[in-house]
């Protein structure tokens, strides 16, 4: 496994903006991809974002438009930008690292701690 650090999340205005970071200790994110996981109160944690390892990116539907999954240069830090929130996006919000290189995202062991990101109406 490798150790993910995430960070960025804090209490938000709809319609405000909030960028989340995930470090890694190696360059994971550009072998293996990522993603941005999300998990509210009461419901299962579902995927938000992902990045392959050739940089394909996909959203779930709610997000499109809104949030961009991205990574630095090195593949050592993965970023989901979320703009315009809604009070829907309330949850903790887990980055993950892909399980191996493909073309398309597989989700791995490895999991940031989360961090919460609130949107207040």
């Known amino acids: 496994q490798v150790r993910l650090v995430e960070s960025g999340g804090g209490l938000v205005q709809a319609g405000g903006s909030l960028r989340l970071s995930c470090a890694s200790s190696?360059?994971?994110?550009?072998?293996?991809?990522g993603g941005w996981y999300r998990q509210a109160p009461g419901k299962q944690r579902e995927l938000v974002a992902s990045i392959t390892t050739n940089g394909r990116t996909n959203y779930r539907d709610s997000v499109l438009g809104r949030f961009t999954i991205s990574r630095d240069n090195s593949g050592n830090t993965v970023y989901l930008q979320m703009n315009s929130l809604e009070p829907e996006d309330t949850a903790v919000y887990y980055c993950?690292?892909?399980?191996?290189?493909?073309?398309?995202?597989?989700?791995?062991?490895?999991w940031g701690q989360g961090t919460q990101v609130t949107v207040s109406s």
């Open positions: 190696g360059n994971i994110f550009r072998i293996n991809g």
């Open positions: 993950n690292a892909g399980a191996y290189a493909s073309t398309s995202y597989i989700s791995g062991n490895s």
